[in-house]
């Protein structure tokens, strides 16, 4: 059976950091390399920084699937791409500590994503933000948006 093939753009967003955050996912199903439909993901949270935002964002895109597929996620984070990408083996290999021999920030999310990594094909991509890609700039407003509730009740 062919898997099912998608394409997420995700983003994280935090006023101060930490402080107020969200994050956004476009998911695009893709038939015969055409988008044939869309979903966005979006969710904020009271005090957070904007590296949990951006890999939460990951993990959405990845735990709404409800079978293995191959999705391409892109993200404008180097942090994301630098864990997935260069420290993720070492981190595992080190008993999830850094080379420094400091527990891994973001840990558990980090682990979260590394798991749902196994269950899926994933093709990991960077793209530079706010610079005029039309997914990256929609997950940017979702996760601003997202925050927004937030940032009221802590007036930053």
Request: charged residues 25%; hydrophobic residues 35%.
């Amino acid at each position: 059976m062919p898997k099912h093939k998608l394409i997420a753009y995700t983003d994280g967003a935090c006023s101060g950091n930490p402080g107020p955050g969200g994050w956004g996912v476009l998911l695009q199903a893709l038939s015969d390399d055409k988008v044939v439909k869309e979903r966005e993901l979006s969710e904020g949270a009271e005090l957070t920084t904007n590296n949990k935002m951006e890999l939460m964002a990951a993990i959405a895109a990845l735990e709404i699937l409800d079978r293995s597929s191959e999705i391409t996620i892109f993200t404008d984070s180097k942090y994301v791409m630098n864990g997935i990408q260069t420290w993720l083996s070492a981190w595992k290999i080190n008993n999830w500590k850094t080379s420094s021999k400091k527990p891994v920030k973001n840990g558990d999310l980090w682990k979260r994503l590394d798991a749902l990594c196994q269950q899926h094909e994933v093709d990991w991509k960077w793209v530079k933000g706010h610079a005029g890609n039309i997914g990256n700039e929609r997950v940017d407003e979702l996760a601003r948006r997202a925050m927004e509730p937030y940032k009221k009740n802590n007036l930053s």
